[in-house]
T-cell receptor, first 113, second 111 residues
């Protein structure tokens, strides 16, 4: 079983819709979770981090964490064609300080105009 | 504004050559990382450093070494490049909060 799993996609949504991206992780003690966006040919850029159960909102982005079920989700409201990218989930396993992050292989999102 | 720079965007080297990839950050971050990214495998950690002259192996250190002589600079060295080291190499740094900031990447081709 992979430590961090994401559906590779592509996930296609119409412009203006809500895009829902999911990530599951295997290590129950994980404490820190991150979402990155990566445009084709570019490097990952941080969207947001989440550390506590529940929702965290930042502009059109909402991260949702459920430690009991071991998943973290990212919702993008009012999706725009410029949101088309690969979204990477990263998890900081317990006992690794701030030195180790397990990345999923990413979900490719396509927002259709 | 956070900035991580890498010495080259594209590099082509021959098998057996020694290759240096350099990374500089201007955020005074303690931690720096080198990853490689390959299709279907995602980002994999090669080495990281938590202080000047301190380094730790990541998940795939074989064939690589690193150097951190100054806080802002972290170098990745391929002692003898091989074709299976053709990849995108990404440098990142963080201040200990876990949020990583990536450089633009170096696409290395070994022929």
């Amino acid at each position: 079983q992979k430590e961090v799993e994401q559906n590779s996609g592509p996930l296609s949504v119409p412009e203006g819709a809500i895009a829902s991206l999911n990530c599951t992780y295997s290590d129950r003690g994980s404490q820190s979770f991150f979402w990155y966006r990566q445009y084709s040919g570019k490097s990952p850029e941080l969207i947001m981090s989440i550390y506590s159960n529940g929702d965290k909102e930042d502009g059109r982005f909402t991260a949702q964490l459920n430690k009991a079920s071991q998943y973290v989700s990212l919702f993008i409201r009012d999706s725009q064609p410029s949101d088309s990218a690969t979204y990477l989930c990263a998890v900081n396993p317990p006992g690794s300080g701030t030195y180790k992050y397990i990345f999923g292989t990413g979900t490719r999102l396509k927002v259709l105009a | 504004d956070v900035k991580v720079t890498q010495s080259s965007r594209y590099l082509v080297k021959r098998t057996g050559e020694k290759v240096f990839l350099e990374c500089v950050q201007d955020m005074d971050h303690e931690n720096m990382f080198w990853y490689r990214q390959d299709p279907g495998l995602g980002l994999r950690l090669i080495y990281f450093s938590y202080d000047v002259k301190m380094k730790e192996k990541g998940d795939i250190p074989e064939g690589y070494s690193v150097s951190r002589e100054k806080k802002e600079r972290f170098s990745l060295i391929l002692e003898s490049a091989s074709t299976n080291q053709t990849s995108m190499y990404l440098c990142a740094s963080n201040a200990g909060t876990g949020e990583q900031y990536f450089g633009p990447g170096t696409r290395l081709t070994v022929t």
